[in-house]
């Protein structure tokens, strides 16, 4: 569409704006073979499948990418856990519902399988880090609507909260300081839980649908919480106008008080006019370049 709108190739894009490079390793961090629905709030089956040879959740191509890594001047990550929900084989309103129901029914199965996910990330992690030197890891926990956790603080901290410890302890005993929480809609009622935890950086994707302020963020927990993302994508789809509206609402205090990565809070949709993501870039840079 891009093409018909005046874009003359890829390569204009990167003439034209500043892209920043990382790279995030992800894992095959599902049970293997993975839970089937229909044996949704049989938890026992999924203890067995978080076990097996760890080469096995890596890339194919693992040694080739380790070797390519040896002179990189970009930051790499790893994302160390799908979340609570995906853990226990959640992929629809019926598993989630399972789960919720085994949360009161049967606490203990949900522990057991919580505690080989957590075996299995723990090996995961001394494995990529011998061979990767890694600049942040990303815990990436869809866990919500546009208005609230599915499940209260609570049960997260009752559930969730002592293996994600376990985690985080362990990447930062082994020198990785940058950890990053991405979260979907409204999670807010976690974020606290989060900090505790020693986790700095949120990436939190839909956030204004969600009702989530970056800016407010910052004026609540200040600069202990590091903050990706932010800039409300559906601006794009309007004018100019609400375009600079969306981008200077959150980017200029943020820059202001540091530890801001600038970016939307939402992926390029297809149907966002070429002129739209011009005009957003463009006011985004001016910003950026005037700090």
Avoid at 128 to 134: F, M, P
Avoid at 258 to 267: A, E, I, K, Q, V
Wanted: charged share 25%; with cysteine; glycine share 8%.
């Amino acid at each position: 569409m891009w093409r018909e709108q005046g874009l003359t190739s890829p390569d204009e894009l990167r003439r034209r704006f500043q892209f920043d490079h990382y790279e995030l390793i992800e894992p095959n961090l599902w049970p293997i073979p993975r839970f089937k629905q229909t044996e949704q709030g049989e938890f026992s089956e999924l203890r067995g499948r978080y076990s097996g040879e760890i080469g096995e959740r890596l890339p194919k191509d693992w040694a080739v990418r380790v070797n390519s890594w040896e002179n990189r001047e970009h930051p790499i990550g790893l994302m160390f856990t799908r979340g609570l929900l995906q853990a226990c084989g959640v992929g629809n309103w019926q598993g989630l519902t399972g789960l919720l129901y085994a949360l009161f029914d049967s606490p203990g199965e949900i522990d057991c399988v919580l505690e080989c996910v957590t075996e299995m990330a723990l090996t995961l992690v001394g494995k990529v880090i011998e061979e990767v030197h890694l600049d942040f890891a990303v815990l990436s926990e869809p866990i919500a609507s546009f208005s609230a956790p599915v499940l209260s603080p609570d049960h997260y901290r009752r559930f969730a909260m002592p293996h994600y410890r376990r985690l985080v302890d362990s990447l930062k005993a082994k020198g990785i300081e940058n950890l990053v929480v991405r979260t979907w809609g409204n999670s807010s009622p976690l974020f606290p839980l989060w900090l505790d935890l020693g986790i700095n950086t949120l990436w939190n994707d839909h956030c204004n649908s969600g009702g989530v302020s970056y800016p407010e963020l910052r004026r609540r927990f200040g600069k202990e919480l590091r903050l990706i993302g932010g800039i409300d994508a559906r601006a794009l789809l309007k004018d100019k106008k609400a375009i600079h509206e969306a981008v200077d609402r959150t980017v200029p205090p943020l820059l202001e008080s540091g530890g801001y990565l600038p970016m939307l809070d939402d992926r390029v949709r297809r149907d966002v006019p070429f002129k739209n993501y011009c005009c957003y870039r463009e006011r985004l840079m001016a910003l950026v370049e005037k700090g």
